[in-house]
């Protein structure tokens, strides 16, 4: 696609309850990088993929989030027993090179509201 | 370990003046250095990028960046601010050699003065 693709745009669920957060990155960019925004915070690394492979998950702030890519391309935020310090907006961006030394392009991102 | 400050959370100007939004980076060696502007509800959409070189780098919307090494600086500038620019600003880092992670500061919302 022409962009960065993520939804749904938003997701109010219950406390306790998982949630499935979806991101299609621009065709053929290597790298996937998945980041929290919390409301008047900056940008919280979550996760990085490179190819179909996660080298990076030191983000992931508890076992309760996982997440994966497939085919080189869409990636999936699994969010298990959600709590309300969940809330946030979930970002996913992509770059073409693994570096990402070319800068990045972002979704419009899924705003999750846990109640 | 990289890290980025942009001192000022929110900064307020007139429509028509003149812009300086402030990033200083710490890190051993020069890193590629980046702006992103979000408006709201949306992502973040890259204005600029400085990777070596030229330490004053033009970007989209009449944005401008320069790199002061000796200051550990990367600030975003424009000399006529419009409407339109009123949003939120980051500032990033990624190291060479390093593991792929950006840094991004904890950005500035720019409010714009008819």
């Known amino acids: 696609g022409a962009g960065v693709s993520q939804s749904p745009s938003n997701k109010v669920t219950e406390k306790g309850k998982d949630v499935e957060l979806r991101c299609d990155p621009i065709s053929g960019h290597t790298a996937l990088y998945w980041y929290r925004q919390s409301l008047g915070q900056g940008l919280e690394f979550l996760i990085y993929f490179q190819g179909n492979s996660a080298p990076d998950k030191s983000g992931l702030p508890s076992d309760r989030f996982s997440a994966e890519r497939t085919g080189g391309s869409v990636s999936t935020l699994t969010i298990q027993r959600t709590q309300q310090e969940d809330s946030a907006v979930y970002l996913c961006a992509s770059s073409p090179l693994a570096s990402g030394i070319y800068g990045y392009t972002f979704g419009s991102g899924t705003r999750l509201t846990v109640v | ?114």
């Open chain 2, 1 to 114: 370990a990289q890290s980025v400050t942009q001192p000022d959370i929110h900064i307020t100007v007139s429509e028509g003046a003149s812009l300086e939004l402030r990033c200083n980076y710490s890190y051993g060696a020069t890193p590629y250095l980046f702006w992103y502007v979000q408006s709201p509800g949306q992502g973040l959409q890259l204005l600029l990028k400085y990777f070596s070189g030229d330490t004053l780098v033009q970007g989209i919307k009449g944005f401008e960046a320069e790199f002061k090494r000796s200051q550990s600086s990367f600030n975003l500038r424009k000399p006529s601010v419009h409407w339109s620019d009123a949003a939120e600003y980051f500032c990033a880092v990624l190291t060479s050699g390093g593991s792929y992670i950006p840094t991004f500061g904890r950005g500035t919302s720019l409010i714009v003065h008819p």
